[in-house]
């Protein structure tokens, strides 16, 4: 079956740095869109960055975009969320999920991770 398995979460002090990494198994990872999605306590799932298949095409949120970016390595099945200047809004849930549609909304993405925590704070 299908398993996304998140990783990299952690406590972080205001303007550091963390690298999220999504490692995926029984898909033909290649053929899939990748995106992170983040839910805070309280708030609804948003939607943060995807990336197309081969890595060509990303999107990203207007809240994070200069600071978050997103990657991947099909070699190795797993996407990647570099994550920089973190600010205590960026404190959620994390998760990434599959979708073979060239979408954000978290409706058309058909597998999920069970997320990793960050939590921004000094």
């Known amino acids: 079956q299908v398993q996304l398995v998140e990783s990299g979460g952690g406590l972080v002090q205001p303007g550091g740095s963390l690298r999220l990494s999504c490692a995926a198994s029984g898909l033909t990872f290649s053929s899939y869109g990748m995106g992170w999605f983040r839910q805070a306590p309280g708030k609804e799932r948003e939607f943060v960055a995807r990336i197309s298949w081969s890595g060509g095409g990303t999107a990203y949120a207007d809240s994070v975009k200069g600071r978050f970016t997103i990657s991947r390595d099909n070699a190795k099945n797993t996407v990647y969320l570099q994550m920089n200047s973190l600010k205590p809004e960026d404190t959620a849930v994390y998760y990434c999920?599959?979708?073979?549609?060239?979408?954000?909304?978290?409706?058309?993405?058909?597998?999920w991770g069970q997320g990793t925590q960050v939590t921004v704070s000094s």
């Open positions: 999920a599959a979708s073979r549609l060239v979408t954000m909304s978290a409706e058309r993405f058909a597998y």
